[in-house]
């Protein structure tokens, strides 16, 4: 007689919510919409929940080949492939997801319920790496001392309503200074593909990077503040009455309008605090 372990019980019971969540949320349609395409074999949401399969049962493909037991039906090159593809847009792929993963949420709560937008920048460190494209020596602004650090900038954004957090988009943000970064980008890449674009984002000021992720967040249709959007609209206004700005004095613009924010927030404290305690 077999004996099945806790080990398999498990295995299995992740296998078919794996399924269940990607027929559910149709990860099939979303991938497709990201130019995720395979020109035969495989279909690609195949790769794609066996690589979450491999997440969630805390398992690797290399051992598992070294292991004989191997079984997902097609090779180590064809997921090599779909990881390494310049084409696919995975930003596009991610928001199209929380999207429908948020209206599913909403749907489960209180219309008063306040949404809002989280937005944070942290380190993400590459201490070993020496190759990894675009590499650099990143401020650790968030750790002790203020030490230089090999990596790259994480800047994140995320929904809230108070109780769920859901990442909708992050960026991997290098060094505009060509001298402070360790690597370049490979120049045949084609100029065309996400993966291009990409890395000129990851060169871009972070404001600049910021607004253009907020801009893709209103266009989804995430709910969050309305105070939020009222900004981002005031903006386009402005840059579409100032054309004849240079890409330059426009960052310019914009750090000055992000850094007058703390200062603003504190002041509306202040008074706040004045009126409450007046009463």
């Known amino acids: 007689m077999n004996i099945l372990t806790q080990d398999t019980y498990d295995e299995k019971s992740i296998i078919t919510s794996i399924s269940s969540f990607c027929k559910e949320y149709s990860v099939g349609k979303v991938l497709k919409k990201a130019n995720t395409y395979k020109s035969k074999g495989i279909p690609v949401i195949y790769i794609f ?10 398992k690797s493909m290399y051992m598992n080949i070294l292991n ?3 079984d997902a039906g097609f090779g180590k090159d064809v997921v090599y ?3 390494n593809s310049p084409f696919i847009n995975w930003a596009t792929f991610m928001l199209s997801l929380t999207v429908r993963i948020i209206a ?3 749907g489960l709560t209180s219309d008063n319920r306040v949404n809002a937008i989280v937005v944070y920048d942290i380190l993400y460190s590459r201490p070993r790496s020496k190759n990894v494209k675009l590499l650099a020596n990143v401020h650790d602004h968030t750790g002790k001392g203020g030490r230089f650090k090999c990596g790259f900038r994480l800047l994140t954004l995320a929904w809230t309503d108070g109780v769920t ?8 943000l290098s060094l505009q200074n060509k001298k402070n970064r360790l690597t370049e980008t490979n120049p045949k890449i084609d100029k065309r593909s996400c993966g291009y674009k990409a890395r000129q984002q990851a060169i871009s000021s972070s404001p600049k990077v910021f607004l253009e992720m907020l801009g893709q967040i209103v266009k989804a249709g995430v709910p969050f503040a309305e105070a939020l959007e009222l900004i981002l609209s005031l903006l386009r206004d402005v840059w579409e009455e100032n054309l004849f700005l240079s890409g330059k004095q426009i960052d310019e613009l914009i750090d000055a309008f992000i850094a007058k924010l703390p200062e603003y927030y504190k002041s509306k404290m202040e008074h706040k605090k004045s009126i409450l305690t007046g009463i």
């Open 49 to 58: 929940m066996y690589l979450l399969q491999l997440v969630y049962t805390k």
């Open 68 to 70: 004989g037991t191997h």
């Open 81 to 83: 492939r779909f990881l």
């Open 104 to 106: 599913k949420i909403s």
């Open 165 to 172: 957090l859901i990442p909708l988009l992050f960026r991997h």
